[in-house]
């Protein structure tokens, strides 16, 4: 009997052990797949809207990644994350890095962990980037996580104001927004390739915002050359987004976004 019961006992040990094995392998790869994923918070569609009000404090915002662009409450300038830091390009063109409890309505973060690298030389603007970070896309069904670092002979990039309720659509405030230009300057491109499918999601195709070095400037790229730079690209398999719950989002209609004026907005 003592035998018998040693035997359940060492057996009883052995499952329990296997469990707790089993458990770490599976937490282990859980911490893989969301090092893949994209964190969204809001959509292009609402942001079109005029839906500005902030959702998460940027704290919140770097818990769910460390790289990534977007914009902050009443639309106050654009967003980069680099480096687990985020800064902001004012209307005027400064660039300050922000406060933790600063407001958020709508940005697009990960984990940065680059699967592919390239090299760019004598890009003549910023159609012939997008060609040439497109020829390493894997699938046009995933999301991509884009940095591009290096010299730049020219950049054009955008800011805007804040803005005031009742908050007028994002297209009329591209309309009136700040267009800035910087010659012979070292930094850094951050952004997306975002896929067909998640239209009104996020805007498909490339969205990428600059930064430069020295954090003297940046925005929303709209041009760009460049001289010498590396590229690097993370496949991105998952999607995660955070709806607001704000009266200003609950309550507007979604349904009849006009595509073209997405990208008028956007790009």
């Known amino acids: 009997m003592k035998k018998c019961c040693y035997f359940w006992e060492s057996k009883k040990y052995c499952l329990i052990l296997q469990i707790v094995l089993l ?3 599976f937490t282990g790869c859980a911490g893989d797949i969301e090092k893949n994923v994209v964190f969204q918070v809001s959509t292009i569609s609402a942001l079109m809207e ?3 009000d902030g959702e998460i404090e940027v704290g919140q915002l770097l818990k769910e990644g460390d790289f990534g662009i977007g914009t902050f409450e009443h639309l106050d300038g654009e967003m980069v994350v680099l480096d687990g830091k985020v800064y902001q390009v004012q209307g005027d063109g400064a660039v300050i890095e922000t406060d933790e409890n600063i407001k958020v309505p709508f940005a697009t973060v990960t984990w940065f962990e680059p699967d592919s690298q390239i090299q760019l030389k004598g890009i003549e603007n910023y159609s ?3 060609d040439e970070l497109s020829r390493i896309l894997h699938s ?3 999301f991509y996580a884009f940095k591009v670092e290096g010299t730049f002979e020219y950049v054009q990039t955008r800011s805007v104001y804040p803005q005031s309720k009742p908050y007028p659509p994002l297209v009329d405030v591209t309309d009136m927004q700040s267009v800035f230009a910087y010659h012979n300057i070292e930094g850094s491109l951050v952004g997306f390739w975002v896929p067909s499918l998640a239209e009104g999601v996020n ?3 490339f969205h ?3 930064l430069s070095k020295d954090l003297k400037g940046g925005g929303h790229l709209l041009d760009c050359r460049i001289s010498e730079a590396g590229a690097e ?3 991105l398999t998952g999607f995660h987004m955070l709806l607001p719950e704000n009266d200003n989002f609950t309550q507007v209609d979604l349904g009849n976004i006009n595509q073209e004026d ?4 956007e790009q």
């Open 50 to 52: 005029g839906v500005y």
């Open 128 to 130: 012939v980037l997008k």
């Open 208 to 210: 990428l915002h600059f």
């Open 233 to 235: 690209m993370d496949v």
């Open 203 to 205: 805007m498909p195709g």
């Open 140 to 142: 046009p069904n995933m």
């Open 262 to 265: 997405v990208k008028r907005a």
């Open 23 to 25: 458990s770490l392998i």
